[in-house]
């Protein structure tokens, strides 16, 4: 079992930046290939950004890409989502999760674990 905490949501003007965090916790961190996704109210939680066990490899939704990085250390067992120039739109709340597989996943389905989300709101 692999528990996962998120933190760093919050509410930030548009433009503005956070940084997420996501805390692993339990079994061993790094075969784990990490995600992050989003649900906005009344919306199906998506993809945003994933990560691969190595962290050599990032993939990223197209409306995030340029402006959101992921990155992970798994000496602390912790990965990130750095926000910048956030839109209104990016209003949602963010999950992390984590797949037992070496690389990065886009479906819901792929990924075995899940944090419990932080709430992000961009006012305009």
């Known amino acids: 079992q692999v528990q996962l905490v998120e933190s760093g949501g919050g509410l930030v003007q548009t433009g503005g930046s956070l940084r997420l965090s996501c805390a692993a916790s339990?079994?061993?961190?790094?075969?784990?290939?990490m995600g992050w996704f989003r649900q906005a109210p009344g919306k199906e939680r998506t993809f945003v950004a994933g990560?691969?066990?190595?962290?050599?490899?990032?993939l990223y939704a197209d409306s995030v890409k340029g402006r959101f990085t992921i990155s992970r250390h798994n000496a602390k067992h912790t990965v990130y989502l750095q926000m910048n120039s956030l839109k209104p739109e990016d209003t949602a709340v963010y999950y992390c999760?984590?797949?037992?597989?070496?690389?990065?996943?886009?479906?819901?389905?792929?990924?075995?674990?899940w944090g419990q989300g932080t709430q992000v709101t961009v006012s305009s």
């Open positions: 999760a984590a797949d037992r597989g070496l690389f990065i996943a886009t479906s819901r389905s792929e990924y075995d674990y």
């Open positions: 990560i691969s066990w190595s962290g050599g490899s990032t």
């Open positions: 339990g079994r061993t961190f790094s075969p784990y290939a």
